[in-house]
């Protein structure tokens, strides 16, 4: 079966501008997650979402961002009024709750965002 | 909050052994979980520690303890694509019953031939 994708895989765009970033998770998978990659540096966690419960929003760096999931499948990272310390890799991962392994997530390619 | 620390380089030679450390501080610990990243590339799983103990997958194990708030991953018989950033994360508790992945800033292992 597909992977989990996101679109677009690169974003370039104006100091100022609104974007947004997708993400399809594998089919079934009812857990998702927003990270952010720096250049060199780890994963920063934004948000997750699990099924019908509220999201856990803690990671947000900012009221700038925010994300949806709708019907509990694809979801969309929007990032209002970009800055230039927006640009990082932003990595989409679901995983199935109930895994015997739950530290498991599956990664899609990440969206590279650029902003000018 | 929760911190972990892992190194940031290490370099091995071909058919060694290596192993990368790694200690936490967290709160609402629930396991340790292990992923590799190629450079340009998305990370991908290689093992949980929900228990203490060794966790063995192939030429990849796996350690955890929890009293000493540390664990390792171990890379045997060293492959020149084993060459990537490995990264350590924490599964946590967080709202309520949600649960995340807290990572590590990643260690960059180079194989040399």
């Known amino acids: 079966g597909a992977g989990v994708s996101q679109s677009p895989s690169n974003k370039v765009t104006e100091k100022g501008k609104d974007v947004e970033l997708r993400c399809d998770p594998i089919?079934?998978?009812?857990?998702l997650y927003w990270y952010r990659q720096s250049l060199g540096q780890g994963l920063e966690f934004l948000i997750y979402f699990q099924g019908n419960s509220a999201p856990d929003k803690s990671g947000l760096p900012s009221d700038r961002f925010s994300a949806e999931r709708t019907g509990g499948s694809v979801s969309t990272l929007t990032i209002q009024r970009t800055q230039q310390e927006d640009s990082a890799v932003y990595l989409c991962?679901?995983?199935?709750?109930?895994?015997?392994?739950?530290?498991?997530?599956?990664f899609g390619p990440g969206t590279r965002l650029t902003v000018l | 909050g929760q911190s972990l620390e892992q190194p940031s380089e290490v370099t091995a030679v071909e058919g060694a052994i290596v192993q990368i450390n790694c200690t936490y501080q967290?709160?609402?610990?629930?396991?340790l979980s292990w992923y590799q990243q190629h450079d340009g590339g998305a990370p991908t799983f290689l093992s949980y520690?929900?228990?203490?103990g060794l966790e063995e997958t192939g030429r990849f194990s796996s350690f955890l303890s929890r009293s000493d708030s540390y664990g390792y991953l171990l890379l045997q018989e060293l492959q020149m694509k084993d060459s990537a950033s490995y990264f350590c994360?924490?599964?946590?508790?967080?709202?309520?019953?949600?649960?995340?992945?807290?990572f590590g800033s990643g260690t960059q292992l180079t194989v040399l031939p």
């Open positions: 994360a924490v599964r946590v508790r967080s709202s309520g019953s949600a649960r995340q992945l807290t």
């Open positions: 967290t709160s609402g610990f629930y396991g």
């Open positions: 991962a679901s995983s199935f709750k109930g895994l015997l392994k739950e530290g498991e997530q599956f």
């Open positions: 089919s079934g998978h009812t857990a």
């Open positions: 520690n929900g228990l203490d």
